[in-house]
């Protein structure tokens, strides 16, 4: 087995959340406490302490060309993690993010892909995905129809993701992903094959299970809040309220 990387898309724009005079990914939610001092967290750095946590050493942040401040922000990198960064020159989507990374993974590689703009628990749940090819950690969730809902058979292998489908009476949702470097390679043939026309990952791996690839779901997620949107932003900080410890002034 070759490195284990995260791959991080953060090239979207963030219109729900907008107006912000930065990324989305830097939107300070909750805080850290570093010995003595205790300041405001970006909401991307969760995602980058889950990876850290599974193993990952190198991440792979994907920035549009004026995020900058991304770059600013985290540098060379975070904890024992090294980041690099390759930039998606346009909005196509979640698939194109994604290859955009492909140049630096090896086929003997692993790959966890997470989304900066989400907080979920708890914290080391990536560490229940195996060394399956291509597993997806799964979470609970009111409304499904907002998100990337899972149908499963009885052993766990992923039979179909729905696509923000409305009426949709799934309640897992995939919150991140680990594949192996072969097979986010083939992914990315598989999408070149389908004219690149896969603005979600669900829809293509649609299509990699019907023909004939696997797919592993792990429901070992507990919470899940996507903060693209204000209601999220609200529910982020009472979720993290209940989770964090107090720190007195």
């Known amino acids: 087995m070759g490195s284990l990387w995260g791959i991080i898309p953060a090239a979207g724009s963030g219109t729900r959340i907008q107006p912000l005079a930065f990324s989305k990914e830097l939107l300070p939610v909750g805080s850290f406490r570093n010995e003595e001092t205790e300041r405001p967290r970006a909401i991307s750095e969760y995602i980058i302490e889950r990876m850290i946590?599974?193993?990952?050493?190198?991440?792979?942040?994907?920035?549009?060309?004026?995020?900058?401040?991304?770059?600013?922000?985290y540098g060379q990198g975070q904890g024992n993690a090294y980041f690099c960064y390759t930039v998606q020159q346009n909005p196509s989507g979640l698939c194109d993010a994604l290859f955009c990374a492909?140049?630096?993974?090896?086929?003997?590689?692993?790959?966890?892909?997470g989304l900066p703009d989400t907080v979920?628990?708890?914290?080391?749940?990536?560490?229940?995905?195996g060394n399956c090819p291509l597993s997806f950690l799964l979470f609970p969730v009111v409304h499904p129809e907002l998100y990337d809902a899972v149908t499963m058979d009885?052993?766990?292998?992923?039979?179909?993701?729905?696509?923000?489908?409305?009426?949709?009476?799934?309640k897992w949702i995939w919150g991140a992903v680990k594949m192996s470097g072969s097979v986010l390679q083939y992914l990315y043939e598989l999408w070149k094959r389908r004219?690149?026309?896969?603005?979600?990952?669900?829809?293509?791996?649609?299509?990699?299970?019907?023909?004939?690839?696997?797919?592993?779901?792990?429901?070992?997620?507990?919470?899940?809040?996507d903060v693209g949107t204000i209601n999220?932003?609200?529910?982020?900080?009472?979720?993290?309220?209940?989770?964090?410890?107090?720190?007195?002034?």
């Open 154 to 170: 009885n052993s766990g292998f992923i039979k179909k993701i729905h696509v923000k489908q409305k009426n949709c009476q799934e």
């Open 120 to 129: 979920w628990f708890p914290e080391n749940c990536l560490c229940a995905l």
């Open 53 to 73: 946590m599974a193993g990952v050493n190198k991440i792979c942040v994907v920035i549009s060309p004026g995020k900058l401040d991304i770059i600013r922000y």
């Open 102 to 113: 492909l140049p630096l993974i090896g086929i003997d590689d692993y790959v966890i892909i």
């Open 232 to 249: 999220g932003y609200r529910e982020a900080l009472i979720m993290l309220s209940e989770s964090m410890p107090v720190y007195n002034s």
């Open 195 to 225: 004219n690149c026309k896969d603005e979600y990952l669900g829809t293509l791996i649609n299509e990699y299970i019907e023909s004939g690839g696997i797919a592993y779901g792990t429901k070992a997620g507990k919470a899940y809040v």
